[in-house]
Structures are given as structure tokens and as C-alpha cells.
């Protein structure tokens, strides 16, 4: 079946370092969505990109959707405390649901 | 985005017995779905909970563990049925527009069973 892998599991990093995780699917997405997980929180949604090689940026974040629409990059720049989380990417599979990926575990180091 | 209220907010059960979790959203939306995210794990998606018709269940889960009500475009129910320890875990309800647009969670009900 479909699946989505992501790189790292766990990223500790000390405060204002910079940070990526990586996505990748096994399938050709039809977008992929970034979420953001606090620790104790639900699940927070943070961008959407569809097109093949698009690149968005949201103040520190900045995200990017491969060529092929198989795999994706989360990249913050300069890490603060408030950046702590889980990072999930989700790939809506072309006729299918959603399948999230096992997530990025950051912690930030004051 | 659309104001979601999931409650219990979390609840300790008996081994054998069920509950019933509420997701209520402030406005109608097309698609509700429910989640199972185990302590330390991602999410796994449940059923996508249909107005009106039976809800589609993903593979691994059933009708008869988990049944899904939705009455209208603005509220949805899980039950958990006869609940044993391997059912301890946080389930979410999300909405969203379609299937593969954007979704946004409720706070989740943390379900311990004894």
C-alpha cells in the first residue's frame, strides 16, 4: 500500500539552529499538507502545496513539493522554543484518503 | 476555520464496555473524518463519516468496533465497542472541505481503558 516516510524520527537542536525534515512517498501525491503537533495538542495545519516543485514560505518555514510530487521538505530557519513538536506531513493519494507520515520529533534546546 | 468541540475531552473505561465521543463543529462542513493516534504515534485514519449514508472505513477497521453516526453537516459520533487496553488511545475528529484538502482537528479525546 501507499506509504509516507519521513527523516528524521527525533531532531533536537539547540535554540536558534536550523532545522529540516524530509517527506517522502512511495506514490505520486496529489498535494501534501504540513502539520504541526504540539506536545499534548491536536494536530495544526500549516500549508498545502500542490504543484510539482513549488516552494512556500511562512516567516521562519519554508516548504517545498519535489519535482515528481513524491517527496517534500519542511526547512525552519533559526529555531526558537516555540517551534517544539511533532512535524507531520500528509499525502492525500490520488482516488484515496489521507495518509499521514510517523512524524518529526522536535525539540529545541534553550 | 471552523470552531470544533470534541468531548469527552478523555475518559477512564472498563475492559468490555463502550463510549460514545461527540465532535460538534460551528458550521456545516462537507467531509468529518476520525483519527486514532496511539501515545508516541501518528495518526490513523478511522472512517471518513458520511451525511446521511454509512460511514467508509479504512482497512483494519470495522463497523461493528467502530460505529459512526453523523446526523447532519455539523456533528458526528465514534463509539468505541466493547473496549479493551489495546483500544487506549487519542481519537480526533478532523473536517474539511473534500478528501484531500486541508483538515482541522479537534482537541481529541484521550480514552484510557482499565
Known amino acids: 500500500g501507499q506509504q509516507v516516510m519521513q527523516i528524521p524520527q527525533y531532531q533536537h537542536v539547540q535554540e536558534g539552529e536550523d532545522f529540516t525534515t524530509y517527506c517522502n512517498s512511495s506514490?505520486?501525491?496529489?498535494?501534501i499538507q504540513w502539520y504541526k503537533q504540539r506536545p499534548g495538542g491536536h494536530p495544526v495545519f500549516l500549508i498545502q502545496l500542490v504543484k510539482s516543485g513549488e516552494v512556500k514560505k511562512q516567516k521562519r518555514l519554508t516548504f517545498q513539493f519535489g519535482e515528481a510530487k513524491k517527496n517534500s521538505s519542511l526547512h525552519i530557519t533559526a529555531t526558537q522554543t516555540t517551534d517544539v513538536g511533532t512535524y507531520f506531513c500528509a499525502g492525500p493519494f490520488y482516488g484515496q484518503n489521507f495518509v499521514f507520515g510517523p512524524g518529526t520529533r522536535l525539540s529545541v534546546l534553550p | 476555520s471552523a470552531v470544533i468541540s470534541q468531548k469527552p475531552s478523555r475518559d477512564i473505561c472498563q475492559r468490555g464496555t463502550s463510549l460514545t465521543i461527540q465532535c460538534q463543529v460551528d458550521s456545516q462542513v462537507t467531509m468529518m473524518f476520525w483519527y486514532r493516534q496511539q501515545p508516541g504515534q501518528s495518526l490513523t485514519l478511522i472512517a471518513t463519516?458520511?451525511?446521511?449514508?454509512?460511514?467508509?472505513?479504512e482497512s483494519g477497521f470495522v463497523i461493528d468496533k467502530f460505529p459512526i453516526s453523523r446526523p447532519n453537516l455539523t456533528f458526528s459520533t465514534l463509539t468505541v465497542s466493547n473496549m479493551s487496553p489495546e483500544d487506549s488511545s487519542i481519537y480526533l475528529c478532523?473536517?474539511?472541505?473534500?478528501?484531500?484538502?486541508?483538515?482541522?482537528f479537534g482537541d481529541g479525546t484521550r480514552l484510557s481503558i482499565l
Open positions: 463519516a458520511n451525511q446521511g449514508s454509512e460511514a467508509t472505513y
Open positions: 478532523s473536517v474539511g472541505a473534500a478528501d484531500n484538502q486541508p483538515q482541522h
Open positions: 506514490t505520486t501525491l496529489s498535494n
